[in-house]
């Protein structure tokens, strides 16, 4: 409180109160450094000034200074640490002193606003204050050790803003210091969004990023030992995590070029293809080949082979990839006489495609006379799977079928056909047909040992890290736009004897196809078709002796999940891949958790079709995504996901947004919508239904790839997590298949967090 100084009696004067209206404030001095410390008093007027004084630790420090009196004022005091690295809190206050200007007046101590009272002329009292000096509060100042902290490394990208794709390992790296040399008691803690990451707490973090789109890291650096020490946050490092594809990369290998070694002679032609873009699979077969050269350049049909067979080498470029390889053995030749050739064999196997791990696959064109190789796939130097070759048709019969997982049949006479081989029953090292006119059938090599230059390095079934050579060991050129990539192969190129059914060497005899054995023959009647096989760590699905003759398959790859295609008409060898699924089991791979598309699950208590997504905790999420396939109808027709409801529905369908309890809508796809993200929560069922506006009750239907949609519909396409509406109700109507589908949406899981 202050008071105003007024005339008393003559040469005698009241001496003002002094306050403070500001105290000085706590801070802190971290690793060296200054601080300012300001303080406000408050005086009446008066003739004179002000004295501050600042106390460290009740210590005079820092010198006078002073302010005329009578006015609101202000004093700073800057204090400058320069750093010893020890860790204390320091207590500062100010003080404030009221002083005359002329110091041999009377003055005397009042009652404020009263009058002078008790003193003499003459007299004065020490200190002119009434209380002497007036004190602040105290100011706490902590001065601590410093931590300095940069992100010095992200993976080996840029700092600031990196591509990363989704389930790649990355690694954010930090350089810690602190002043007072004590490095390692400094403890870290990785943040994604501000978000602890769990088990994230050393100088460097590897990440696989959860989901597409933008990831911002940061690192908290602290000292638990000393708790003055102020933590210090990172610059931040944005990750911007891109989609992982089902891409195979096909590099066409010269076929002759086991011939021939002289690899300046032949180039390597490549093309990259996304499996997710082919739902009912990519079919390789020379018509396939030859045009992707032809787009390149020329064919060069005096060196190579391209004409008859072809070699592909085949890997996963992102991601390990579950696939189906369907397998089509060539038909025989047809004899002069109109004896048809044998049906080449037909199978279909499924496992694990090793991101940037060599399979080589082979193939005919069909109705050759000459001996040409089987359809077959090797996973690295080891078969896998062999559809047998038709027998050529001979003056007086047909050519026998090509086997698949069997023996070849017989044509039109009594000739060996070619025998059956049990899964991972064969040799290592097979047998090559005898080149006589009465000659003996051969047997392939499960792995082909290859040229000398080969035997010299590497065992018959041995892995290597290489480019595509050829039998001289001689790296392999590339077209142009093409690739000759380095991962892991194990194919080489000769010794197969693949190429393996009796030849007479003639044009009235029949020849035997080739397979795994090849087929024999019987003077002029038909050769026998040569056998199939599979082996290694795949899985048979479908099988049936000579079944490439353009009819219609099918055969089950999944949980109620049927595939269906059209084998060859012609006849020729061929090999189509389906992209399945990535390793963790999703479409595409994100996760190691799984989802999956079920139809009423068991632990529900009501009917329909569900996306699962219990393998995650409730305390996670699911980046789901919805992209339209297909879409051919002008009704507004729509595919929801949406949580909770009571709503139950039958097998064909009536799942309409106009029906009560059909719960609350967390997902939208329309006719128009493209491609739909969005987060749902983990550790629940969303349940899919739909909307037509021409017919709003229990107007349409929906379905999973593989379901029956009733009447004329027929059955949905596709696979798990391809979902088909039908508009016009839920059975019948008109044919819903295919790019048919009045609205058909690819479901697949793009991240977690």
């Known amino acids: 409180m202050s ?25 802190s001095i971290v690793g060296g450094g200054t601080t300012t410390l300001t303080a406000v008093a408050a005086a009446s007027t008066g003739i004179g ?23 609101t004022t202000t004093r700073s005091y800057t204090l400058n640490y320069a750093g010893d690295n020890l860790s204390r809190v320091v207590n500062y206050k100010v003080s ?25 002329v003459g007299q004065s009292i020490s200190g002119y204050s009434p209380s002497g000096e007036t004190f602040s509060n105290v100011g706490v100042v902590s001065v601590a050790p410093g931590i300095t902290v940069n992100i010095v490394a992200v993976g080996v990208q840029p700092l600031g803003f990196n591509t990363s794709s989704y389930n790649l390992s990355r690694t954010l790296s930090v350089s810690a210091t602190i002043s007072n040399g004590d490095n390692g008691n400094l403890s870290y803690q990785w943040k994604n969004a501000g978000t602890n990451v769990s088990g994230a707490t050393s100088s460097s973090y590897t990440f696989s990023a959860g989901h597409v789109g933008l990831n911002t890291y940061t690192c908290l650096v602290s000292y638990p030992t000393d708790e003055l020490v102020s933590s210090v946050t990172s610059d931040s490092i944005t990750d911007n995590s891109t989609e992982l594809t089902k891409t195979i990369r096909l590099e066409y290998m010269p076929a002759g070029g086991e011939k021939v070694s002289s690899s300046t002679d032949y180039d390597v032609y490549s093309e990259d293809v996304d499996l997710s873009d082919y739902t009912n699979g990519f079919k390789i077969d020379l018509n396939h080949v030859q045009d992707v050269i032809y787009d390149v350049g020329s064919r060069n049909t005096s060196v190579y082979a391209w004409e008859n067979y072809y070699y592909v080498s085949m890997f996963a470029i992102d991601d390990d990839l579950t696939v189906d390889l369907e397998l089509g053995g060539a038909q025989g030749a047809d004899n002069q006489n109109s004896f048809d050739g044998g049906i080449g064999g037909w199978m279909v196997i499924q496992g694990t495609m090793e991101k940037e791990k060599e399979f080589v696959g082979i193939a005919a064109t069909s109705r050759q006379s000459t001996r040409r190789p089987a359809t077959a796939v090797y996973e690295t130097g080891s078969v896998i799977g062999i559809a047998g070759n038709g027998g050529r048709g001979g003056t007086n ?96 190129m000769t010794n197969l004897y693949l190429d393996n059914g009796n030849h007479p060497g003639d044009t009235s005899s029949g020849t035997g196809g080739a397979g795994v054995e090849g087929g024999g023959r019987n003077g002029t009647d038909g050769g026998a078709g040569g056998s199939g096989y599979y082996g290694g760590n795949w899985t048979k699905l479908a099988s049936i002796l000579g079944g490439n003759d353009g009819s219609s398959r099918n055969w089950t790859y999944g949980t109620n999940l049927t595939q269906t295609v059209t084998t060859d008409q012609l006849g020729t060898g061929y090999i189509r891949v389906f992209g399945r699924r990535g390793s963790a089991g999703n479409n595409p791979l994100v996760t190691s958790k799984n989802a999956s598309i079920v139809r009423n699950p068991a632990s529900l208590t009501r009917s329909g079709l569900f996306l699962d997504l219990t393998s995650w905790a409730s305390t996670e999420e699911v980046l789901i995504r919805g992209k339209v396939d297909v879409t051919n109808t002008n009704s507004s027709v729509i595919q929801y996901l949406t949580s909770g409801g009571t709503f139950s529905y039958a097998f064909q369908g009536n799942s309409d947004e106009y029906l009560t309890n059909m719960g609350t809508i967390v997902m939208t796809v329309d006719k128009n919508s493209g491609t739909v993200d969005q987060w749902l929560t983990g550790g629940a069922y969303y349940q899919f239904r739909t909307t037509n506006e021409t017919s709003p009750e229990n107007g349409s239907g929906i379905y999973q790839g593989g379901e029956n949609q009733g009447g004329n519909a027929g059955v949905a396409s596709g696979g798990e997590f391809n979902i088909t509406l039908h508009d016009t109700g839920s059975s019948g109507g008109p044919d819903n298949t295919g790019a048919n589908a009045d609205l058909r949406v690819t479901w697949s899981i793009q991240g977690e967090r």
């Open 3 to 27: 008071q105003n100084l007024s005339r008393g009696l003559e040469n005698e004067y009241l001496v003002p109160y002094i306050s403070f209206t500001t105290n000085p404030q706590s801070g």
């Open 96 to 120: 404030a002193e009221w002083v005359p200007d002329n110091s041999d007046l009377i003055v005397s101590h009042g009652t404020p606003g009263v009058g002078a009272t008790g003193v003499g």
């Open 49 to 71: 000034y002000l004295n501050y004084r600042w106390y460290q630790d009740d210590v005079l420090s820092g010198g006078i200074t002073t302010a005329l009196s009578g006015v």
């Open 397 to 492: 019969g047909k050519g026998g079928d090509g086997g698949a997982d069997s023996a070849g049949a017989l044509g039109g006479g009594t000739g060996s056909v070619g025998g059956y081989f049990a899964p991972n029953t064969l040799l290592a090292e097979g047998s090559p047909p005898i080149p006589t006119a009465n000659a003996g059938r051969g047997v392939a090599s499960r792995c082909p040992k290859g040229s000398s230059w080969y035997q010299n390095r590497y065992g018959a079934c041995e892995t290597f890290t290489s480019k595509l050579r050829d039998p001289d060991g001689v790296e392999y050129p590339v077209a142009t736009n093409s690739n000759n990539t380095e991962i892991t192969r194990g194919f080489k």
